[in-house]
């Protein structure tokens, strides 16, 4: 029998089994050959897959960590990055704020005694865009305005006239490959923000093999800037409307965004591979 990994899935943003968005995660002693890493997230078959590993003592950062979605590596995850603090908070593996070295820099995570863990993320720049051709007929909706997120994320944000519209929308996920590097994020004013939320949006990116991602965490650290500058407001609370549906309180800080949610372990198992 092959060498065992212990593999755990981990529904993050949300304090509830089978809502907010669901993650792989296994800690390992080291980075296995990519192969290996692609094959794993397949097999999981999750928007993400989070592969983290101890780093030594002294050094910037307390832990290497990779997230893979089914079909490629990606530069920014925040469910995945949640469920793995998660995961090192409830094992013992790891007490305190930790230090991830990524690709996208290093990101800390801070657990708190309320169930809670804070990630601080690099702020998403927001560039003006035209819309491009063809995404009001992919999306089913007319957008109010389009932003470029930059190199991290690579996501084209655009504003929609109401909550409604938002949810209400069925895109053609073929054509919204092209209008995009990662995918296309569409958000909307909360329609009655007394339910706990100021703005709502939903995430498209089949271009990394995820259709809808039912809660995005890196999404936010764009959706933090465009919404704290129209509300007035450095701390939101935004809704991802799938159909998983979860909730992201997010804190502006200038250049970082703080990203807070919950997370819960569904599935803890072996992975013989």
């Known amino acids: 029998m092959p060498p065992s990994h212990r593999i755990r899935i981990v529904d ?7 809502s907010g968005n669901p993650a ?4 390992l002693d080291a980075f296995p050959e990519d192969t290996w890493l692609r094959h794993v997230a397949a097999e999981v078959n999750h928007a993400e897959t989070a592969f983290a590993h101890r780093l ?6 307390d832990w290497a960590l990779r997230w893979f979605t089914p079909t490629t590596e990606v530069e920014l995850c925040g469910h995945a990055t949640l469920a793995t603090a998660h995961v090192l908070k409830t094992t013992g593996a790891a007490e305190g704020p930790v230090r991830f070295t ?3 820099g290093i990101l800390t995570t801070t657990a708190h005694t309320d169930g809670t863990i ?23 909706a007319e957008p109010l305005v389009a932003y470029d ?27 919204l490959i092209q209008h995009s590097e990662r995918g296309i994020i569409a958000t909307a004013r909360a329609e009655d923000p007394t339910r706990g939320y100021d703005f709502v949006s939903r995430g498209f990116f089949p271009r990394v093999g995820i259709d809808e991602d039912p809660v995005t965490g ?18 939101l609370t935004g809704l991802q409307g799938s159909a998983r549906t979860g909730f992201v309180h997010t804190e502006l800080r200038g250049d970082r965004t ?6 819960v372990t569904v599935i803890e198992g072996d992975l013989y591979a």
């Open 118 to 140: 804070t990630m601080d993320f690099p702020t998403a720049p927001l560039t003006p865009a035209e819309v491009p051709a063809g995404v009001a007929e992919a999306l089913g």
């Open 102 to 104: 990524t690709r996208s």
């Open 12 to 18: 993050a943003f949300t304090d509830r089994p089978f």
């Open 56 to 61: 030594p003592e002294g050094g910037e950062a």
């Open 149 to 175: 997120t930059g190199a991290n994320l690579g996501d084209l944000l655009v504003e929609l006239a109401d909550e409604k519209t938002v949810r209400a929308l069925t895109p053609d996920h073929r054509a």
């Open 24 to 27: 792989g995660v296994l800690l």
């Open 258 to 263: 703080l990203l807070t949610g919950r997370a």
């Open 218 to 235: 890196s999404a936010h650290t764009a959706l933090a800037p465009f919404w704290s500058q129209r509300l007035g407001r450095k701390e």
